[in-house]
Nanobody
Framework: QVQLVESGGGLVQPGESLRLSCLCS????????MRWYRQAPGKQYELVAS???????TYADSVQGRFVISRDNAKKTTYLEMHNLVPDDTAVYYC???????????????WGHGTQVTVSS
């Protein structure tokens, strides 16, 4: 079973930055599409950013220009750099890993337990 462990969340003030990390236990990390989701209180999950195995990136409109997704295949880690944070970014952030086969089958893939990000003055 593949495990994903997020870290890097915390309490920050508006305008500040955070970097989230997601460590993957799989030996084929480079084959996964990596995604970051978030869930704010009382709201549905939102896909924030994704990065496929060819390093193609996509972002939600709400974070475009402020967040950057990256990956280090040697460290089996994906990152989410978050800049100019606003209170609406407050949420639990989850890491998600999927193979191409999982995506084609519309499977959920593997999920971490999440890390809390709170943006408040």
């Amino acid at each position: 079973q593949v495990q994903l462990v997020e870290s890097g969340g915390g309490l920050v003030q508006p305008g500040e930055s955070l970097r989230l990390s997601c460590l993957c236990s799989s030996s084929i990390f480079e084959d996964y599409e990596m995604r970051w989701y978030r869930q704010a209180p009382g709201k549905q999950y939102e896909l924030v950013a994704s990065m496929d195995r060819f390093w193609s990136r996509t972002y939600a409109d709400s974070v475009q220009g402020r967040f950057v997704i990256s990956r280090d295949n040697a460290k089996k880690t994906t990152y989410l750099e978050m800049h100019n944070l606003v209170p609406d970014d407050t949420a639990v952030y989850y890491c998600n890993a999927l193979t191409v086969l999982m995506i084609s089958r519309r499977e959920d893939g593997y999920w971490g337990h999440g890390t809390q990000v709170t943006v408040s003055s």
